[in-house]
């Protein structure tokens, strides 16, 4: 069985200052991890993705990631966050197969000016 | 322009009355996908198809149906929706080569069932 835990359903930091956000995983299998995240009334934006290669994984808009295997962790990080970074993010896990997909809740991420 | 396009954008039915919405794809992707979204509970997973003729059940197929004629099209269809299917649905595709690859997801349907 997989599922995904996001422990933080709202976050708010100032502008310019680090984000986190945290998922952490279970699954029966070696895993596959991503980060998806989903402006106001838009669809879903792929940010990372972690298949089994390096375990830091580096994405767009200066967003990373690390996996941690034994805290079964993937939490996104930001060293800045901008405006722009105001959204929901979504954390989700497969099997390595790669055909079910389990989304976590959801955390909002608020950047306060 | 690569791309997932679903129709309709917006919809308002009535309790029981069939409804189809459509997902196509420009990509020749061989995965596709539809979820749900609800308020607190995320995104959850429909129906899924791994290549023509091909599909299977996600974690909440109760009251769906789907269909993989074409490669490019993967249609949603509710015989008989109610109000409990009160949703915004995505459309999602990926490749299906080696390994497992992002999802590039539609622009969402909110349908409303009253």
């Known amino acids: 069985a997989q599922s995904v835990t996001q422990l933080d359903s709202h976050v708010s930091v100032s502008e310019g200052t680090p984000v986190l956000l945290r998922c952490n995983y279970s699954?029966?299998?070696?895993?596959?991890l991503f980060w998806y995240v989903q402006h106001p009334n838009k669809g879903l934006q792929l940010l990372l993705k972690?298949?089994?290669?390096?375990?830091l994984v580096k994405g767009i808009n200066g967003f990373e990631a690390e996996f941690k295997k034994s805290e079964t962790s993937f939490h996104l990080t930001k060293p800045s966050a901008h405006m722009s970074d105001a959204a929901e993010y979504f954390c989700?896990?497969?099997?390595?197969?790669?055909?079910?997909?389990?989304f976590g809740t959801g955390t909002s991420l608020t950047v306060i000016p | 322009e690569a791309q997932v396009t679903q129709n309709p954008r917006y919809l308002i039915t009535v309790t029981g009355k069939k409804l189809t919405v459509t997902c196509s794809q420009n990509?020749?992707?061989?995965?596709m996908s539809w979820y749900r979204q609800d308020p607190g509970l995320g995104l959850r997973q429909i129906y899924y198809?791994?290549?023509?003729?091909?599909?299977d059940k996600g974690d909440v197929p109760e009251g769906y149906k789907v269909s993989r004629k074409e490669k490019r099209n993967f249609p949603l269809i509710l015989e008989s929706p109610s109000p409990n299917q009160t949703s915004l649905y995505f459309c999602?595709?990926?490749?299906?080569?080696?390994?497992?690859?992002?999802?590039?997801f539609g622009p969402g349907t909110r349908l409303t069932v009253l």
């Open positions: 999602a595709s990926s490749l299906w080569t080696s390994g497992v690859n992002e999802q590039f």
């Open positions: 699954s029966s299998y070696s895993p596959s």
């Open positions: 972690y298949t089994s290669a390096a375990t």
């Open positions: 989700v896990v497969t099997r390595n197969t790669g055909n079910q997909f389990y």
């Open positions: 990509m020749n992707h061989e995965y």
């Open positions: 198809s791994m290549n023509v003729e091909v599909t």
